[in-house]
């Protein structure tokens, strides 16, 4: 069965750089979601895309911005980066706003030197 | 705001034994999903096993079972017949319903769990 899909698996960047997360979620599912999950501590949520609409918003920084495409894959602005930011980044999808389950994707693993 | 507390940081079992990770989690709300992932070393995220609140009957997903006490705002997860497979960081979430379209979740701090061979 088809997986969400994140790309870049990996990034280095340098402080104050630039980096662009995106997310393929699994076909027809309209909801994405993306949580931050720092070296040993538990993913936080960030922000979350419904129809192509921001439907909530988390601990994301003023510095990230995000948004969801018509053909629903997502992408994660983030500028002006700092060491903090080095984290992994998840992308997990679902199936409208009923009960459906959150599938994440393997993370993108950024690190900020 | 909800919180979940996952009370044990780490914890080990006997391959083939059973083992009990526990979930506390305070909330308001009265309709609600909670759910177990599990974290394996390559830090994928796997949905374990979900519990809806409005139902009474214990979720069971093969070797995995959940006693939820709803009143005692308890979830623990249960693995029957430990495997070295099983290895891994294991997160509860609660899943709120904050706006419109977004059931964004809320994690435990997770427990690591060690399987002996």
């Known amino acids: 069965a088809a997986g969400v899909i994140q790309s870049p698996r990996h990034l280095i960047k340098e402080k104050r750089e630039t980096a662009t997360l995106k997310c393929y979620p699994i076909?027809?599912?309209?909801?994405v979601y993306w949580y931050q999950q720092g070296p040993g501590q538990d993913p936080q949520f960030l922000i979350s895309?419904?129809?192509?609409?921001?439907?909530d918003k988390g601990s994301i920084p003023d510095r990230f911005s995000a948004q969801q495409f018509s053909d629903y894959h997502s992408e994660l602005n983030m500028s002006s980066l700092e060491l903090g930011d080095s984290a992994l980044y998840f992308c997990?999808?679902?199936?409208?706003?009923?009960?459906?389950?959150?599938?994440f994707g393997p993370g993108t693993r950024l690190t900020v030197t | 705001a909800q919180t979940v507390t996952q009370s044990q940081p780490e914890m080990s079992v006997q391959e083939a034994e059973t083992v009990t990770l526990s979930c506390t989690y305070d909330?308001?709300?009265?309709?609600?999903?909670l759910f177990w992932y599990k974290q394996p070393p390559s830090r994928q995220m796997i949905l374990v096993i979900r519990?809806?609140?409005?139902?009474?009957q214990n979720a069971t997903e093969n070797r995995f079972s959940v006693n939820f006490q709803k009143a005692a705002k308890s979830f623990s997860l249960k693995i029957s017949d430990s495997q070295l497979g099983d290895a891994a960081m294991y997160f509860c979430a609660y899943r709120s319903y904050s706006g419109a379209g977004s059931y964004q979740l809320t994690f435990g701090k997770g427990t690591k769990l060690s399987v002996i061979p």
């Open positions: 076909p027809r599912h309209d909801t």
């Open positions: 997990a999808s679902s199936a409208g706003t009923g009960v459906y389950e959150q599938y």
């Open positions: 909330t308001s709300e009265s309709d609600y999903y």
């Open positions: 895309f419904y129809e192509k609409m921001q439907s």
């Open positions: 519990q809806e609140a409005y139902k009474q």
